[in-house]
């Protein structure tokens, strides 16, 4: 079993504890950068220190999405039969980032605004539509039996997600025109010195940390498919 | 034409196949049996490419154009009548001289008269033989067909005995079926399934 | 060219169908001069031209989503997708002549639902209408398509609304800003936009969603 469980977990080039370790010491680094070393911002003082988790989970969030559908995509087109499973680890991945965008943009909101959400925040309106549509890829997936129809439809509904991602922004932005005027608007800081240097850190540790997980929770996917393939076997 | 190797299926949990191999070449007439549950049905929709097999490889050098299906659904619509049916089919398989092949088909299995009602208020053998119109519009070279005999009466039947005597060896034939010992002597191969 | 006809073949079938059964759009019908009823007394005394035209865009989408539910239920119900799929045409041609039948039954819902809401709520302009036609094609392409993904699901009608609802959004967007801004080029032009690339893409993916 142990030696199952090591075999599996070292299909890729980079072994899983190695990742694990880096990943501790990338989050460490940036909590560290972001709460002790990070100037205050002019405007918006301490609180305004959530903007680099916030940004930086949002963007790994999209380079999730992005990855199910590139996942996806050599499903279909390749029919690797890994694609799958890679792709779904993926979309998922991305849905937990995309919910603590959500969480974290709340919590900006509340300390910015003092209201728990607001719509005049595109990215945020627009986090919160692509959450519905991910959502969906899991309702969509867990109402087929596992097979080939069920990874085709999920490779193509993941296809579909990140063609409306662009889509979407657009057209949120043209809905601010006649929904609501410009009162709120959001300014990051002015990128510059130990500000930029804890951005960057903070959005490679959560790079890393999302490809852990995924590595982590692929590899349990997988061996639960091993599991029951031996099963097959001995019954 | 079909080659297939250690094919195998499975729906989640549940295998319905496993290391079936099957060699049908031009103009054979293989004859799978089995019982209920048995997988003659999940094989048949992999020979005709409806489903993927799970596992094992299959071969099929026969073109979409040159297949003829006959499932346990009749694939027609209730609510269309068989003419209906039939031209929509006739299109799709660009089938030459549709009009005349269609009356051609319609007669021989009987159903001329019935050619203008709707496929809801035909009796399961009429629908059946429509079915036998609908797989042989097109005349493909290669016909997969399960359980092609069930619903039908006795006069159905023995259209189907000569039709299938007709296409034995011009025609490759794939049949699945519970009652082998009818179309014995047509065989060229048999095939049994084990449950 | 064999891909029009083949799409002429099939959707003259789903007419056909639509035309004998009689029940899809007279229930769209109804549903949406009941919804507007329903609006009125939802709405505020003098509702604005961005109130009615919101909740007319509300209106429509989920009548054609009762429409769009309906569309694949004979080839599932049947099994007689099977048969479409074996055929030797292109898959597409399935997708695209399920769209442009739901597309007609939607118009046909449409033309009673726009003059009715021009009685009740506000008159409706051209760029209205012509919102309606291109908003029409996209919420028909992309409805389409996930209906014949939802269909074969275990949830089936339960799924499609959710499959939908959020890739319908820049439609509604698109559609309402065609209606009330000033300046409805852009937003026709958006609307364009999205029916063009939605379009390209369920075309091209529609292959798999039917075959395996």
Known sequence: ???????????????????????????????????????????????????????????????????????????????????????????????????????????????????????????????????????????????????????????????????????????IRLAKEFLHPRVFTLHGPNFGGWILVTYCVAQVAMLVLAYTLYRVELAGKRLDERLRELKEVFA | MITARRLGKRFGDRRVLRGVDLDLERGGFLVVTGANGAGKTTLLRICAGLTAPSEGTIERRARRSELGYLGHEPLVYRELTALENLELYGRLYRVPERRERIGMLLERFG????????????????????????????????????????????????????????????????????????????????????? | MTYARDVAALARKDLLLELRARDTLPAMVLFVAAVFVVFHFVLPAAPSRLETTGLLWVAILFTALLGLGRAFVPEREQRTMDGLVLAPCDRSAIWLAKSLATLAFLAAAEVVALPLYALFFHRIGGATVLAVVLADLGICAVGTFLGAMAVVTRARDLLLPLLFLPLALPVVVGAVGSSVASAPGRYLGFLALYDLLFGVVCWASFEYVVAE
């Not at chain 2, 189907?160 to 047509?186: C, F, K, N």
């Open chain 2, 111 to 195: 159903l001329w008269e019935a050619r203008h009602e709707r496929v809801a208020s035909y009796s399961r053998g009429m629908t059946q033989r429509l079915a036998l119109c609908r797989v042989l519009l097109h005349d493909p070279g290669l016909l997969v067909l399960d359980e092609p005999y069930s619903a039908l009466d006795e006069a159905g039947a023995e259209l189907l005995d000569a039709q299938l005597a007709e296409l034995h060896g011009e025609r490759t034939l794939l049949v699945a079926t519970h009652d082998p010992a009818r179309i014995d002597s047509l065989a060229t191969a048999r095939l049994g399934l084990a449950a």
């Open chain 1, 1 to 171: 079993m142990a030696a199952t469980i090591r075999a599996v977990g070292r299909s890729s080039r980079i072994p899983l504890p190695a990742l694990a370790a880096v990943s501790l010491v990338l989050i460490t680094t940036a909590l560290v950068l972001v709460f002790y070393v990070a100037p205050n911002d002019a405007n918006q003082g301490f609180s305004q220190r959530i903007f680099y988790f916030h940004v930086s989970i949002a963007f790994t969030a999209y380079a999730c999405f992005i990855a199910g559908a590139w996942q996806a995509f050599r499903h279909l087109w390749k029919r690797d039969p890994r694609a799958d499973l890679q792709s779904y680890v993926c979309v998922h991945q991305g849905l937990i980032f995309g919910t603590l965008v959500l969480l974290t943009g709340s919590i900006w909101a509340k300390i910015s605004w003092g209201r728990w959400w607001v719509w005049s925040e595109d990215e945020l309106v627009l986090f919160l539509v692509l959450y519905l549509f991910y959502c969906a890829y899991f309702m969509l997936r867990f109402s087929l039996e596992p097979g080939p129809q069920r990874a085709n439809l999920s490779a193509v509904y993941a296809l579909f997600g990140v063609v409306l991602i662009p889509v979407s922004f657009a057209a």
